[in-house]
């Protein structure tokens, strides 16, 4: 798939992934998808390998006709109906919702059928995944992943040196002759190390690993995905202008441009980082309408 700019692809890249209750030779699913009012395009994964489709408004209705032969419906209500199968991924085939699916292979990728009723109608749909290259397994998969555990490394150390901060507070007013007014909620400072010793025993780290995708993929992780990919684009923008802008600076020196014409340079590259910063903002900030309205949206048949 083309990456040629910010807009679409960078929202879905954004997109955080939802765990699956279906699997794909004995390794638990990930799904990520966007819906236009004329397409979609979804991304699956094993954490092992990387899978895509994107489907437009004609193949849309090629497939609805073949799978559904008696079903006419438009659409923005075959899109709705689409979603509503994505979005309850984590609850397939466990009797919450009633989508039944089949996960099968073809072509050395997987086939997702899907059983469900629309309108009381009973109604049949097909996502026929490709792989993908590794270069975009790298972008969707492994690179955000690592942001989250330098995210959560960062937020670690701030954690702790308020911790610390706030026993330095306590001992400030002992020694000022405060004392706890009921004793069993005086706690003991802490302490860094045994902190970190009792988290590495092994034997909870081992029951906590059993149930290590879902919770990777829970709710509050799934909003920090969001936030780590958002700002590393930031991050990138940011670095791509500078070094633009220090090359730039090069070639005003070894030809001794003009001042005014070095002036005029930098404004233009103020401008064009003010214009990428703008448009990160918008595209979070349309994440955030996006994701109330699905919480909100009601079908309508």
Known sequence: ????SFGKQSKLNAVPWKYCTVSYKNRNLLVKFEISETSYQLFVTDLVHLYSE????TDLHSRTQKLNPKIEVPTNRLLQEIESILSEASSWNTGKMHYLVEVREVAEAPVLKVESYLAGVPFLWEFYLQSEHGEQFNKQVVSPLLYMVAELQRQQREL???????DAEIDNY???????SRKQMETLPFNEENFRNDMNIMKDVAENLKMAVPNVFSKDAQKLYEYVVLASYEAQTLKSLTAETEQCRDKITKNETPKEITTLHSHSSCSQKDVELQRRKELQRKLEIDHEKKKKRKIKL
């Open 160 to 166: 702790i040196a308020r911790l610390k901060s706030k």
């Open 54 to 57: 994107q489907l437009l408004k």
């Open 1 to 4: 798939m083309a990456d040629n």
């Open 174 to 180: 002992k020694a000022s002759g405060a004392t706890v």
